[in-house]
């Protein structure tokens, strides 16, 4: 990224979104030719199996400021912003998503706060018009938690953030694979400045994150930014060992005094209680083993089979 590349450039991660592509590339494309910016659009398509692909290849075709990156499979969305971030030559970079859901007219305000000498913008959740009762309630117990353990609070916010060229740099010197993108970008640090939008309906197709998905994704961002859950097991393991000592004096001493009785019920709540927690430690143990395994086989974040409206030749980050 230098000053002689465009003033903005844009990361939108795409899956199946054939549909709704066209009316979300001609809303960005708007706000920057009404504030007369520069700019490049990077649309990432992350394994679609419509076609999305054919639909951005027909949209560069016709706008030479979108580029299309086709990954060679479904990576996640996590890998396809690496995959558009690796690739930015902007000042400054805004990500969103490409249902629309995040507002393109908030652009010009979040470039207003960044001028004003913020490198971090966010773009925070005034008002979401599609979460129901148990959405919110999981929204809020996943942000809870993770404040808790992490110390980063996080509620709130979303993808749709702008970054300096400076966090970009920083970001790049991130190497782990399972990346947790709102999570790093508070890691690194730097003022923070806000803007704040309310959360649109969208106007084609439907969320394409189903609840176990959600659910595998907020173990993964816990377990990326906090090692608490192991000292919960340890912690587990001396309230146990405290409750054992008395119950170990008072059966010998019944023992020893002719006072001992059955304790069937006692031994075997006892044995229930202490294998559960012990399978639960055995997977809390096992999950950080896991990501410690994904980690160090070192595997690309992504792969890429595909370019277009640019000149760079597919790779592997």
């Known amino acids: 990224m230098s000053e002689t590349g465009p003033f903005l450039s844009v990361v939108v991660p795409v899956f199946n979104e054939a549909r709704q592509l066209s009316f979300t590339v001609d809303a960005i494309a708007s706000v920057m030719v009404r504030e007369g910016w520069s700019y490049e659009l990077i649309l990432v398509d992350d394994g679609s199996g419509d076609g999305t692909w054919q639909e951005i290849v027909r949209i560069s075709a016709v706008n030479t400021a979108v580029m299309g990156v086709k990954l060679s499979r479904n990576f996640g969305k996590e890998a396809a912003l690496c995959a558009g971030l690796d690739r930015v030559k902007g000042q400054a970079v805004i990500t969103m998503d490409a249902d629309l859901q995040h507002p393109p007219d908030v652009i010009p305000e979040m470039v207003r706060v960044w001028q004003s000498g913020f490198p971090i913008v966010d773009a925070l959740k005034r008002k979401h018009c599609r979460q129901g009762f148990v959405q919110r309630l999981g929204a809020r117990g996943f942000y809870g938690v993770l404040r808790r353990l992490s110390n980063l609070d996080l509620r709130k916010t979303s993808d749709f953030k702008l970054l300096d060229a400076r966090i970009i740099a920083a970001w790049r010197m991130l190497s782990e694979r399972e990346t947790f993108y709102r999570g790093l970008i508070a890691w690194v640090g730097f003022k923070h400045g806000e803007v704040h939008f309310d959360v649109a309906k969208r106007t084609q197709g439907a969320s394409k994150w189903p609840r176990l998905r959600l659910v595998q994704y907020a173990i993964s961002a816990i377990l990326s930014f906090s090692a608490m859950p192991m000292q919960v097991v340890t912690t587990l393991g001396f309230v146990f060992l405290a409750v054992a000592i008395p119950l170990t004096l008072q059966t010998l001493y019944n023992k020893f005094t002719g006072h001992a009785s ?20 055995l997977g809390i143990i096992g999950s950080y083993i896991a990501r410690i395994f994904e980690e160090v086989k070192n595997r690309p974040r992504y792969l890429i089979s595909d370019l277009t409206g640019g000149n760079e030749k597919p790779d592997a980050r």
């Open 262 to 281: 059955d304790g069937f019920t006692t031994v075997i709540t006892l044995q229930l209680i202490i294998g559960s927690v012990l399978m639960i430690s």
